[in-house]
């Protein structure tokens, strides 16, 4: 069968991926990803072949999987959280044109927004918006605008990519742009680094003291509403149910 499954694994362990999930990377005969990703599922599928390519190469990772369904065999492309929120499902698509004979289906999963916030609490209870801090496919310009824009309308801010070796700062150049949108020193936010995997750790905390953490890529970060307060070292917001 000429198909591609494009696989969200959810933030990590086994225990965070979904029912469709393991299914479709139990039809596959190959599984394509990055390193970091294969390593999660090679202990669930010994017997699978495994195929990978460096971190900068997701187009070569998207035809290879595309390559291998024309050929006849079955392919699932993993990458972690959901395959259409900053992952796979977009440039596997845009490729599969080029592929009339392959089948692609999509199979969902947890994105870091909402395992984060179940770490932290009920942080994303009312509306929200995610917002990528990375600006190697973004200009720098258009993420403030959105930034701003997320103030302006009272969003619950997530932030994914807040920090890496070469964007040390940018965490901290967010929280600057967010209190001079008219944010408060004292809105409620939260991290959570390696949400689902071992070694997860969180932290409630205000945006003023946000802006002076230091966090990496692994991390997802939660800005809240002028409505998200901290209740018993949980970040909550309300949905406006009446008791």
């Known amino acids: 069968m000429n198909k591609v499954y494009v696989v969200g694994l959810g933030p990590g362990g086994a225990l965070g991926m979904t029912a469709a999930a393991r299914a479709a990377l139990e039809q596959a005969e190959v599984i394509c990803g990055y390193t970091v990703y294969l390593d999660l599922v090679a202990p669930l599928f010994p017997e699978k072949e495994m195929r990978s390519t460096p971190?900068?190469?997701?187009?070569?990772?998207?035809r290879m999987a595309l390559e291998l369904a024309a050929q006849g065999r079955t392919a699932a492309l993993v990458c972690s959280g959901d395959a259409?929120?900053?992952?796979?499902?977009?440039?596997?698509?845009?490729?599969?044109?080029?592929?009339?004979?392959?089948?692609v289906e999509i199979v969902p999963g947890v994105t870091a927004a909402l395992a984060g916030a179940a770490v932290l609490g009920a942080?994303?209870?009312?509306?929200?918006?995610?917002?990528?801090?990375?600006?190697?496919?973004?200009?720098?310009?258009?993420?403030?605008?959105?930034?701003?824009?997320?103030?302006?309308?009272?969003?619950?801010?997530?932030?994914?990519?807040?920090?890496?070796?070469?964007?040390?700062?940018?965490?901290?150049?967010?929280?600057?742009?967010?209190?001079?949108?008219?944010?408060s020193p004292d809105t409620?936010?939260?991290?959570?680094?390696?949400?689902?995997?071992?070694?997860?750790?969180?932290q409630?905390?205000?945006?003023?003291?946000?802006?002076?953490t230091q966090v990496d890529m692994f991390t997802t970060v939660f800005v809240g509403s002028t409505r998200t307060k901290i209740q018993d070292g949980r970040l909550v917001t309300p949905r406006g149910y009446r008791a």
């Open 55 to 62: 971190m900068t190469k997701e187009v070569d990772r998207c």
């Open 84 to 103: 259409g929120v900053y992952g796979m499902a977009s440039p596997l698509l845009e490729l599969a044109g080029d592929y009339p004979d392959v089948d």
């Open 188 to 202: 409620a936010c939260g991290w959570v680094r390696n949400i689902g995997r071992e070694g997860q750790t969180s």
């Open 123 to 183: 942080p994303l209870g009312h509306d929200f918006c995610v917002v990528s801090l990375s600006d190697l496919l973004t200009p720098w310009e258009v993420i403030e605008k959105r930034l701003r824009a997320a103030v302006a309308g009272d969003f619950i801010l997530c932030l994914y990519n807040p920090s890496s070796r070469h964007r040390k700062d940018y965490l901290r150049r967010a929280c600057e742009i967010l209190l001079d949108a008219g944010l």
């Open 204 to 212: 409630v905390l205000t945006l003023a003291r946000l802006r002076d």
